[in-house]
């Protein structure tokens, strides 16, 4: 009961978090043995925060590509309410906005190495089963979170055994960079995509006038939101009973 407060997302029961599920014809139900000591009350209030949960979470995405449509149209000559938004979306790191860094996160790196003829991809999306591979680009894959944890860099770093990787994270802690040495090629934290890859994508702007770079940062973001929306609804058949 004390996760109810996390958005949940249909697509869930194909990760981990299916160990506290089990099948139950082509629907799921909670495992008997979560249920031990819990009152008929607690799950039917359990699964009125689920329900409520995606209905807010699917709202506020749809808030966001809202946001994006409005700011792309702007003139081009309007830099500083593009960046401003980039700045502000990248940096909401309360509560469960692991799609919300990941997403855009995606699309300032994406622009960035655009722009030196390097070329980063995206085929999964925030709440898939993809084995670690949040982006691909060159030799190497990218593993972005904000979980902070270790026990969740540790699964991290089980995944894809032998690939050079690098972390897109909030912050690096000294037990973190301990724990990727020699594993891992570089760490991404928020401060560097901040200060460096989306201010040089700004002073580019700033110094041609238009809000060319920033543009396309948002319009990756929006492409990527709306494929969030597609995959969820893929996911739709899928009900917890």
Request: aromatic share 8%; net charge positive; charged share 30%.
């Amino acid at each position: 009961m004390k996760f109810a407060k996390s958005d949940y997302h249909s697509t869930y029961l194909h990760r981990a978090l299916a160990r506290f599920l089990e099948p139950s014809g082509n629907r799921y139900r909670i495992r008997k043995q979560l249920l031990v000591n819990t009152s008929l009350a607690d799950l039917e209030q359990l699964r009125l925060d689920l329900l409520e949960s995606l209905r807010t979470a699917y709202e506020k995405r749809q808030a966001v590509i809202k946001k994006l449509v409005d700011t792309c149209s702007l003139p081009v000559e309007r830099i500083e309410e593009r960046y401003a938004l980039v700045d502000s979306y990248l940096s909401q790191l309360t509560g469960n906005r692991g799609e919300m860094f990941e997403v855009v996160s995606f699309a300032v790196l994406r622009e960035y190495f655009r722009t030196f003829g390097f070329s980063l991809q995206r085929f999964s999306t925030t709440h898939a089963n993809d084995g670690g591979m949040d982006f691909v680009g060159g030799e190497a894959i990218y593993q972005v979170t904000t979980d902070e944890s270790i026990q969740k860099v540790r699964r991290d770093l089980a995944k894809a055994p032998g690939t050079k990787r690098v972390l897109v994270r909030p912050t690096l802690t000294p037990a973190v960079g301990e724990l990727c040495k020699g594993d891992v090629l570089e760490t991404v934290e928020l401060k560097d995509l901040l200060n460096h890859f989306i201010s040089w994508l700004l002073a580019r702007d700033t110094r041609s006038k238009e809000a060319r770079h920033l543009q396309r940062v948002l319009e990756i973001a929006l492409a990527e939101f709306r494929r969030e929306n597609r995959a969820e609804a893929s996911e739709s058949h899928s009900e917890v009973v």
